[in-house]
């Protein structure tokens, strides 16, 4: 049962330029979320997603940044017109439930922007 | 806003010394505590504290979490190179999905 998986792993931009990030969730499970860490700190949720629905993107900038759920294929984050401050990695979790029991949200292994 | 704030920032030890990360929280209407590693890549979850006073353990880790004043924490016993990580710590709210607000984490090291 493969993991979280993100593609691409390190991504480079040029500021203006586009970035997209993918995030195929665990087998079976239909909670999407994502977040971003910035160099030396913590997580920082920016949106959670059900198939086809946004539920809560408390956490996006309003410009520039979407996400996406289709119902077939991966989650996708996309960030438009980059800017050096975009440069972070952002990480998907996927679970099963809504609110687990267990506390288990399963993390990818992050996509690494680097926006020149 | 919900707010949790890690202590230390930053750690260095040497093998086989214990050490006592810790977690102040601040989240209205509060459901849960949990604690991850994150080592260059995925963090990796460890634990999920609802209750107060009940101590969590895997191996040489251990949790526990104090509601009535707001933190938790987290020990590693005997301390190995292989725990060298950001210990991470994130609350959950009630009706909130696991939209977790997170600390800025601890960076352990562990010197041979």
């Known amino acids: 049962n493969a993991g979280v998986m993100q593609n691409p792993r390190h991504l480079v931009r040029r500021r203006g330029q586009e970035a997209r990030l993918r995030c195929s969730p665990m087998?079976?499970?239909?909670?999407v979320y994502w977040y971003r860490q910035l160099p030396e700190e913590g997580l920082k949720f920016m949106v959670y997603?059900?198939?086809?629905?946004?539920?809560?993107e408390s956490g996006m900038p309003k410009e520039r940044f979407s996400a996406e759920f289709p119902k077939e294929g991966p989650s996708i984050l996309r960030i438009q017109q980059v800017v050096r401050g975009d440069s972070a990695a952002y990480f998907c979790?996927?679970?099963?439930?809504?609110?687990?029991?267990?506390?288990?949200?399963?993390f990818g292994e992050g996509s690494r922007l680097t926006v020149l | 806003e919900d707010k949790v704030v890690q202590s230390p920032l930053s750690l260095v030890v040497h093998e086989g010394d214990t050490v006592t990360l810790n977690c102040s929280y601040e989240v209205t209407n509060f459901r849960s505590l949990l604690w991850y590693k994150q080592e260059k890549k995925a963090p990796t979850f460890l634990f999920m504290l609802t209750s107060s006073g009940i101590e969590k353990k895997s191996g040489r880790l251990s949790s526990i979490l104090d509601k009535k004043e707001l933190f938790s924490i987290l020990n590693i016993t005997a301390t190995q190179t292989g725990d060298s990580a950001i210990y991470l710590c994130a609350v959950e709210r009630r009706n909130a999905g696991n939209m977790l607000t997170f600390g800025g984490g601890t960076r352990l090291m562990v010197k041979p």
């Open positions: 087998k079976g499970h239909s909670h």
């Open positions: 997603l059900q198939k086809e629905n946004i539920i809560d």
């Open positions: 979790a996927s679970s099963l439930l809504l609110q687990t029991n267990t506390g288990e949200l399963f």
